[in-house]
Nanobody
């Protein structure tokens, strides 16, 4: 059974930082490109960052320079370090395999102004 479990969300003031983690099980993690998506209330889901199996990252323009995606294959975990957070970063954040076959349950990130 495949599981992706996010952690590390919460409430933070604007300008602050959070680090999201996503622990994977049931898949050969090292072979998968992984991604973080987010969905704000009333808006479409957005792909914010991805990382290939070879650790090449990519980012949406909205988070470039502020967010960093990384992975630890020994721990079957992908991370999203979020710095200089803005109220518009408020959303439910989802971890997923890049192809979209597997998704986590999502975790709330709220940035207060």
């Amino acid at each position: 059974q495949v599981q992706l479990v996010e952690s590390g969300g919460g409430l933070v003031q604007a300008g602050g930082s959070l680090r999201l983690s996503c622990a994977a099980s049931g898949i050969r993690f090292s072979t998968y490109a992984m991604a973080w998506h987010r969905q704000a209330s009333g808006k479409q889901r957005e792909l914010v960052a991805a990382i290939t199996s070879g650790r090449t990252p990519s980012y949406s323009d909205s988070v470039k320079g502020r967010f960093t995606i990384s992975r630890d294959n020994a721990k079957n975990t992908v991370y999203l370090q979020m710095n200089s957070l803005k109220p518009e970063d408020t959303a439910v954040y989802y971890c997923a395999t890049l192809g979209g076959n597997y998704w986590g349950q999502g975790i709330q990130v709220t940035v207060s102004s």
